[in-house]
């Protein structure tokens, strides 16, 4: 990726300390994010806290100073070193109050939180409720967050599904077979999409676009009549479990013969991409700089390659769509 010039760090900062948090699902590049959290604080004078397991972690106490050492050789590794979790008793307003409480107890005046729609809603809740500042930095491999092109993880995760793909083409081709890869992506085939192309895949099914098991059966027909022994089929998981298997059962009553691969959390871990350390980097960063201006209650994300501030308010709840003309080019490539 590009260079991409963070906000500059003012000169009058309006804030002493921060903590950060990973919250939600983990997703490759989110140490990369902690890690410039911290160092960015500690070279301009913020003192810097780190919160283990998200929001259960905070209301449990677990809140320690950070120092340059603690985010030592971390850039590399998959996963959060804070660790991660789901904490559904944090949409209830006077637990979010506790939190607050706490963390001002600390002596904390913002906080990080990196993770995705849901952990965003926690944090606009709390800086809405209790005043405690806080900006979100999108870590989710889904990339389906609302005002950002590009979210920590998301590269990661396609690199990871293309190759296995990669792998599950050359046994494909040499036994003439039909196989069906589902990859993550619930509500969002961004995943499925940017795997589908880079894979060179035949068919790719993802939530946001109608695709019938007939219109598969033609696709799979028209590489026939090219003379194709071979085919992949992209399957993004959707809201139901075992999208691909189903699929696979009805491809095999209209006489195919496909197998089936679910790569599942596989594309969460591994060794983040450079693309994926360079965005947790400088999204880590930016979230610093504009809550030491004064600026919260947003997300920290990136548009157009520049880094950009949106409020909550026009993050939340609301879903990216898949481009069209990105859909439109998968089409024409697999005919």
Do not use: W
């Amino acid at each position: 990726m590009a260079m991409i010039t963070i906000p500059e760090f003012p000169k009058t900062k309006k804030l002493k300390s921060l903590a950060v948090l990973t919250s939600g699902g983990d997703a490759p590049g989110m140490n990369a994010a902690v890690r410039a959290v911290v160092r960015y604080s500690i070279a301009n004078d913020i003192e810097v806290f780190g919160i283990m397991k998200g929001y259960s972690g905070l209301l449990e106490g677990q809140i320690e100073a950070m120092k340059l050492s603690s985010v030592a050789n971390i850039i590399q590794r998959g996963g959060t070193v804070l660790k991660t979790s789901r904490c559904p008793e944090f949409m209830k307003k006077q637990v979010r109050k506790e939190a607050a409480y706490i963390l001002e107890r600390k002596g904390i005046e913002g906080l990080v939180v990196i993770g995705g729609d849901g952990s965003f809603a926690g944090a606009s809740l709390l800086e809405k409720e209790t005043g405690f500042r806080t900006i979100g930095v999108p870590g989710t491999i889904d990339n389906d967050i609302f005002g950002t092109d590009d979210t920590i993880g998301f590269d990661t995760a396609v690199n990871t599904a293309i190759e296995a793909i990669d792998r599950i083409r050359d046994t494909a081709s040499s036994h003439g077979r039909l196989f069906l890869v589902e990859v993550m992506g619930r509500n969002s085939g961004f995943i499925a999409l940017s795997t589908g192309i880079g894979g060179g895949a035949e068919t790719i099914v993802v939530p946001e676009a109608e695709m019938t098991l007939p219109m598969i059966r033609k696709s799979i027909e028209r590489g026939m009549n090219r003379g194709k022994t071979s085919s992949i089929i992209v399957v993004a998981e959707g809201p139901k479990p075992g999208l691909a298997t189903r699929i696979g059962r009805g491809l095999e009553k209209a006489g195919f013969d496909s197998k089936i691969c679910t790569l599942g959390h596989i594309q969460r871990g591994g060794v983040p991409t450079a693309h994926d350390r360079m965005l947790g980097s400088v999204l880590g960063a930016a979230a610093v700089a504009y809550l030491a201006s004064g600026k919260s209650g947003g997300m920290v994300g990136i548009t157009r390659n520049e880094v950009a501030f949106t409020p909550f308010k026009e993050v939340i709840g609301k879903k990216k769509t898949l481009p069209k003309v990105a859909m439109a080019l998968a089409e024409i490539l697999a005919t």
